[in-house]
T-cell receptor, first 114, second 115 residues
Framework: NAGVTQTPKFRVLKTGQSMTLLCAQD?????MYWYRQDPGMGLRLIHYSVGEGTTAKGEVPDGYNVSRLKKQNFLLGLESAAPSQTSVYFC?????????????FGDGTRLSIL | AQSVTQPDIHITVSEGASLELRCNYS??????LFWYVQSPGQGLQLLLK??????LVQGIKGFEAEFKRSQSSFNLRKPSVHWSDAAEYFCAVGSLGGGGNKLTFGTGTQLKVEL
């Protein structure tokens, strides 16, 4: 069981470069999320999706875009990377069953912006 | 808006000693509460959750947590800590409004276990 898989695991970018982080889940979950984790800040929600073709802003959406063209994939894009976006990025997913469902997390992507 | 406070940034305990990690939350309605653990270089793993009912909930790896509404607390406990419990622990509160099952996390408590 793969669960939630994030690609790549590590990446170094230069300021102004663009890149896309991929999250894939094989659990047929409806909901997917992107978080960033910074020292002393916990995890903060960037964007989320409640289904294929839908996205919504979280707590810290600026500088990021997302797309959910397929139910199993949730992409996070940085159009013009900035040093402030150096962070560890986590993807999570959960099913929609009315009652609150715990989120399943990937292992993270460590991103450094120079 | 909901919020979570974990007042202890770092905690060090000896192996075999008991452990209590503190968590206080702010939420208008009955909260959905969670404890997650993160080992170095890994994602977050769910330890336990509270939705309603019995205020003492059991989780994996011998952990338990007690929900106290009067104190707005959801502290995590373990009677005897093992060296493999060294990790970072996050408390979170969940909300259903606006779509999705969104989580608000505390800033985490780093647990060190002395042998």
């Amino acid at each position: 069981n793969a669960g939630v898989t994030q690609t790549p695991k590590f990446r170094v970018l230069k300021t102004g470069q663009s890149m896309t982080l991929l999250c894939a889940q094989d659990m047929n979950h409806e909901y997917m999320y992107w978080y960033r984790q910074d020292p002393g800040m916990g995890l903060r929600l960037i964007h989320y999706s409640v289904g294929e073709g839908t996205t919504a802003k979280g707590e810290v959406p600026d500088g990021y875009n997302v797309s959910r063209l397929k139910k199993q994939n949730f992409l996070l894009g940085l159009e013009s990377a900035a040093p402030s976006q150096t962070s560890v990025y986590f993807c999570a997913s959960n099913r929609d069953r009315g009652k609150f469902q715990p989120q399943h997390f990937g292992d993270g992507t460590r991103l450094s912006i120079l | 808006a909901q919020s979570v406070t974990q007042p202890d940034i770092h905690i060090t305990v000896s192996e075999g000693a008991s452990l209590e990690l503190r968590c206080n939350y702010s939420y208008g309605a009955t909260p959905y509460l969670f404890w997650y653990v993160q080992s170095p270089g890994q994602g977050l793993q769910l330890l336990l959750k509270y939705f309603s009912g019995d205020t003492l909930v059991q989780g994996i790896k011998g952990f338990e947590a007690e929900f106290k509404r009067s104190q707005s607390s959801f502290n995590l406990r373990k009677p005897s800590v093992h060296w493999s419990d060294a990790a970072e622990y996050f408390c979170a509160v969940g909300s259903l409004g606006g779509g999705g099952n969104k989580l608000t996390f505390g800033t985490g408590t780093q647990l060190k276990v002395e042998l």
